[in-house]
């Protein structure tokens, strides 16, 4: 992964113009409670870059002089690393991770002063946090105060995010063999909840079943599990996950590992077996089943270079939407139900999202005004939902019924790879499996 990291640094400076500087700020350590502190996640750009996992950690880049990657990090201290645990520190930060130099984070203002002399810009994520806003502009007034000294501030700022995450839309070697990996143990905790279905139990339950697959393989949630059972299915991100599982009602699992920084996002939906019992779904529940697998089966066939996701939105809408007028669920032609906005009742979301070191990934859908066209090493997930509210004037037998289908799809060369292909989604093999039983043998 580092030298990953050296290539992607390289590319980033290649994209910066001459004179330029850029700022990335790491993640900060967040209080949970008391002295309590919740799991560190470094900034997804920092780690990108560097692969360090360390709060107060800065990265400066400054094509053009000598030293081209500094790193700003907490020094190592005994004391600190017998409570909290091994840093890099400044040795570490240039043996380690590559930086050509490193300072002291309680010297960040002093040394922006000393790296922002003389550059002409400085790139940084404007808007991200206020005080970065803050330290930004007040290095640079402090520059211009001293002009008359020799002193030479930049005379731009510049926002990074475009430049850094067009960078990260397009995955290389490193970022894709990753993300195969959280995939595929995502896949295996899916799996874990599927056989252990089963009425009587409760959401949290299967909860832990996933995590449990996740952390088995040294990976973690790379987001808040979503486990709904009944109208929870109905609710786009559920995550209170305490009600029991109710015979002949729909389970939906989003759930997603992270691996190397690099997440997983898959959903299923399955009917929940009675103890002793095979699962099944009811007559409305298959008619929406088969209809959202259709439309995501379809909307995959599409994926290939050059294609859009709203070109696959636009596919699943209308797929949808013709499905749902067919059974009379939604009156008149597929095209009015879209434009009317009456497909929202039971589609509300859009269907696809860039997928990698965020579940919701970085990256413009809509460059320059026009829609971002799939080109190789790009991920996404494609993922059609169809949602009948508890109230819905349906009536009894369709409330309550969320279903939605999500995959991670790799666009190639010559088409796709659906990254999570192995998880069972066809009803005949998604019905073999729930409910079988589930061993926490590795």
């Given amino acids: 992964m580092l030298a990953a990291c050296a290539s992607r ?8 113009p001459p004179g330029a500087c850029a700022v990335l700020f790491g993640g900060r350590d967040e209080r949970r409670n008391a002295d309590n502190h919740h799991r560190f996640r470094q900034s997804s750009d920092l780690l990108f870059l560097t692969d360090l996992s360390e709060p107060e950690t800065v990265a400066v880049f400054t094509p053009g002089k000598e030293r081209r990657f500094t790193l700003l990090l907490r020094p190592s201290d005994k004391h600190a690393e017998l409570w909290y645990g091994r840093r890099a520190g400044l040795e570490g930060a240039t043996e380690l ?41 007040r290095v640079i007034g402090r520059l211009r105060k001293n002009e008359r000294n020799g002193s030479r501030a930049p005379s731009r700022i510049v926002d990074l995010s475009r430049t850094l995450h067009d960078l990260r839309l397009v995955r290389d070697e490193a970022a894709i063999l990753s ?32 995590d449990y697959g996740f952390r088995r393989r040294n990976g973690l949630p790379g987001y808040q599990s979503i486990i709904g059972s009944g109208k929870n299915a ?4 559920y995550v209170d996950g305490r009600d029991e599982l109710v015979a002949g009602q729909i389970l939906l699992v ?28 009811s007559r409305p ?22 294609v859009t996701i709203e070109e696959i939105h636009a596919q699943i809408s209308h797929r949808l939407a013709s499905g749902l007028c067919a059974m009379g669920l939604l009156s008149g032609d597929p095209e009015s139900a879209i434009e009317s906005g009456a497909l929202k009742r039971f589609f509300p979301h859009r269907s696809s999202h860039f997928l990698g070191l965020d579940v919701h ?37 369709w409330q309550g019924i969320g279903i939605r289908i999500e995959d991670d799809i790799l666009v190639t ?27 926490f043998s590795v």
């Fill in 9 to 16: 640094r390289a590319a980033l400076l290649e994209r910066l």
């Fill in 97 to 137: 991770y590559g930086a050509d130099q490193a300072f002291d984070i309680r010297e960040l203002e002093r040394r922006l002063l000393e790296l922002f002399d003389g550059c002409t810009e400085v790139h940084y994520l404007i808007g991200d946090r206020p005080e970065h806003d803050e330290l930004v502009g």
């Fill in 179 to 210: 993300m195969r990996r959280s995939c595929a143990v995502t896949v295996e905790a899916h799996a874990l909840a599927m056989r252990a279905c089963m009425a009587g139990k409760r959401e949290y339950e299967l909860e832990a079943l996933v």
């Fill in 234 to 237: 109905t609710i786009l991100h």
């Fill in 254 to 281: 989003d759930a997603g590992c992270e691996l190397d920084g690099f997440t997983g996002d898959v959903t299923r939906s399955y009917p929940i077996p009675a103890p002793s019992c095979k699962p099944a779904f």
């Fill in 285 to 306: 529940q298959r008619l929406l089943y088969d209809l959202v697998l259709d439309t995501q089966l379809a909307a995959i066939a599409m994926v290939k270079p050059f």
């Fill in 361 to 397: 990934d970085v990256g413009r859908y809509f460059p320059e005004g026009e829609p971002q066209r799939l080109l190789p090493g790009m991920v996404f997930t494609i993922e059609p939902g169809l949602y009948v509210q508890p109230d819905d004037p349906l009536g009894p037998d």
């Fill in 413 to 439: 060369a010559t088409g796709h790879e659906v990254l999570t292909a192995d998880l069972p989604k066809h009803p005949d093999e998604l019905l073999k499996v729930v409910g079988t039983g589930v061993t």
